[in-house]
Every structure is written in structure tokens, then in C-alpha cells.
């Protein structure tokens, strides 16, 4: 799969207010982050979740259970910066970390914040030339500037891989006699 780094650059976390409205089962949760969030995949075809994942995640009460089946915004959001964060942190670390904002955030605005962040965050690491200010801020609460450090890890770690894929398709390239 390859992805450009304009599609990173311009990536667009749905905000709360775009997430469904309506419950949704399972399938449907699979198919809105699949949709959403398979940009950041290392492998074409590669699930962002399945059904035994979001299973686990429930029974280690990271996410409450589904209500008849059925998931909500909220479970949505939660499933977003899971599958968001998983490359970097064990769940039990997202879980702690989700705790931690919710000390300042509800659900709604600490989700909002997570992708307005990610999406500077992945602005910066795929855009070097735009002047960035500094990451932190000293009215930045320790919970904020957790989330922005976390989101920078995050979009570095997906510059790392398409850094090593690009290479690697070069090395491909040159060992069979071809120019890219």
C-alpha cells in the first residue's frame, strides 16, 4: 500500500460530532475505523481491528461493553485512539492514558483534542519545511502534553515506516537493475 505523504499530511481524524450517531455493531465499528484509519497501515489489506480485539479490549475494561450489541460514539472514540496508539503502547498504558484525560476532558472534547493533535502532529512529521512552535506550553497540564508527545511518537513512528518502505523499494529496485 503506498501513501503519499500529501494523503498524511492531509489526514482528517472525524471528530466527535462526525462520528454516527446511531449504535452500530460490530462489523459496522470495523468498517468506519478500516475506513478511517487504514492509512496508517504498514501491509495492504491488514485490519486495523477485528471483532477478538475489540472482544479483549471489554473484558480488560478498557472499553464497557457493548449495549445490546450494539456500540455508540463513545466507543467509537475510544476504539479510534486504541487503534490509534496500540503501535506505541500496551493497552493497559492507553488505558492508564485515557484515564488520565478524562481528569480534564470529557469524552467529546479529549477526543477532539486527540485528533486536532494527531493531525498536527503528522502535519509536522510529514511537512519538515512548515515553521512549527514548540511542542509544549507551559499552561499545557501534564495530560495535554502527554497526548501531544504520544501523537508525535505516533507520527514518527509511521514517518520511520514509510521511510523503510521507500527504502527498501529502492533496494528492491537497484538489486534488480531497474530505476525508480
Known amino acids: ?76 472514540a475510544y476504539l479510534f485512539v486504541i487503534c490509534i496508539l496500540k503501535r506505541l503502547m500496551s493497552i493497559s498504558e492507553i488505558n492508564e492514558s485515557i484515564k488520565s484525560m478524562q481528569k480534564t476532558y470529557s469524552v467529546e472534547d479529549g477526543y477532539n483534542v486527540f485528533c486536532e493533535e494527531l493531525e498536527k502532529a503528522l502535519k509536522n512529521a510529514f511537512n519538515p519545511e512548515i515553521e512549527t512552535p514548540p511542542m509544549f506550553t507551559e499552561s499545557d497540564t501534564r495530560e495535554y502534553a502527554t497526548l501531544k508527545a504520544i501523537v508525535a511518537a505516533f507520527a514518527d513512528c509511521i514517518l520511520v515506516d514509510r521511510l523503510i518502505s521507500v527504502s527498501y523499494t529502492h533496494l528492491r529496485a537497484h538489486e534488480t537493475g531497474r530505476n525508480l
Open 1 to 76: 500500500m503506498k501513501v503519499e505523504a500529501e494523503e498524511l499530511i492531509n489526514y482528517h481524524c472525524p471528530r466527535w460530532n462526525e462520528l454516527p450517531e446511531i449504535e452500530l455493531y460490530i462489523d459496522q465499528v470495523i468498517c468506519v475505523l478500516q475506513s478511517n484509519l487504514s492509512i496508517f497501515s504498514k501491509e495492504e489489506n491488514s485490519p486495523v481491528i477485528t471483532p477478538n480485539m475489540i472482544n479483549n479490549y471489554v473484558k480488560q475494561e478498557v472499553l464497557k461493553p457493548p449495549v445490546k450489541k450494539k456500540y455508540n460514539k463513545t466507543h467509537l
